[in-house]
C-alpha cells in the first residue's frame, strides 16, 4: 500500500467527494479533549496529510506529539502545513514507519489518534493492530477513533454503500489497499482496557467518531 501518489491530491479528493463533514468527524472530540486532563504526548497513526494535526497542535501547544505513517510523501506534506501556518515544529516527531511491524514503547501516549486509518486493512491487522496501541498507551490514556460505517437500513444504508464501492474500488486502485470493506474496529476496540464515553455520526451516519478513554 502506498499513499504517495496522491499525497499532493488527497485534499482534492476528500473535497470533491465526502467533503466537510469528513473534517468534522476528525475534530469531534477537540473541545472535549480540552476540557479533560492535559495531554502530554498524542500518538497520531497514519495521519495522512494533517488535516487533524494542525488544528490539535494549535490547540494544544504544549503536548508532544508523534506523527506516524509509512508515506513519507503524505509526511511531508503535513510538515508543510504546519510550517505555513507557523506552527513550531520542536515538539512534533514526524515518524515514516509501518504500523504492522513497528515497534512502539510501552505506556508513552496518554493519547492515540485513528482517524480513517483502520478502514485500510482488514479485520485480523486491526486485530493485531489494536493491542501494539493498547500496549503503548499510558494507563489513563484517551483514544481517538473515526472511520466508515455502513447504517442499519433505509437509504442511508443505501447511499452509504454506493459511496464504500467508490472509494474502495479508487483507493484499492491508486493507493493499493488490501482492504475490501470496512472492518470492525469499534468492535475490536471493545475488546480493550478503552471505554467508550462519546459517540458522533456524520454524512447520514456514514461517518462515526468516538472517544475513549482507559479504564
Ligand atoms: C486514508 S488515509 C487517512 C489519513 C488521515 N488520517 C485522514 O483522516 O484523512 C490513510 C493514511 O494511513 C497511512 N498508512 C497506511 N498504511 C499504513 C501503515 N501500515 N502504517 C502507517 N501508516 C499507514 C497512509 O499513508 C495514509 O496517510
Redesign the pocket.
Known amino acids: ?4 501518489s496522491i ?1 499532493r491530491f ?1 485534499k482534492l479528493i ?1 473535497s470533491v467527494t465526502i467533503g466537510r463533514p ?1 473534517l468534522d468527524a ?1 475534530l469531534a472530540h477537540l473541545k472535549c479533549l480540552a476540557e479533560g486532563p492535559a495531554i502530554q504526548h498524542a500518538l ?6 494533517g ?2 494535526l494542525l488544528p490539535f497542535a494549535q490547540q494544544f501547544p504544549n503536548t508532544l506529539i508523534t506523527v ?4 513519507p ?3 511531508r506534506v503535513a510538515q508543510n502545513r504546519l510550517k505555513a501556518a507557523g506552527i513550531d515544529t520542536a515538539r512534533i516527531t514526524f515518524r515514516q ?6 515497534q512502539l514503547p510501552e505506556g508513552r501516549y496518554d493519547l492515540i ?5 483502520f ?3 482488514d479485520a485480523a ?1 486491526v486485530q493485531q ?1 489494536v493491542p501494539a496501541l493498547e500496549h503503548a498507551s499510558s494507563p489513563s490514556a484517551q483514544w481517538i477513533l ?1 472511520d466508515f460505517q455502513i447504517p442499519a437500513s433505509g437509504w442511508r444504508r443505501l447511499r452509504a454503500r454506493i459511496w464504500l464501492t467508490i472509494l474502495y474500488a479508487f ?1 484499492r486502485c491508486v ?1 493499493k ?1 488490501p482492504a475490501r470493506t470496512v472492518p470492525p474496529a469499534e468492535a475490536i476496540l471493545a475488546t480493550t482496557s478503552f471505554k467508550q464515553v462519546a459517540r458522533k455520526t456524520y454524512s447520514a451516519e456514514m461517518l462515526y467518531s468516538t472517544l475513549y478513554e482507559r479504564v
Open positions: 500500500m502506498s499513499y504517495s499525497a488527497y476528500e469528513l476528525r497520531l497513526v497514519g495521519e495522512g496529510n488535516s487533524f506516524l505513517d509509512e508515506s510523501a503524505m509526511l514507519a509501518d504500523m504492522t511491524t513497528e489518534v485513528t482517524l480513517f486509518f478502514d485500510n486493512f491487522t493492530i473515526s483507493f493507493a489497499i
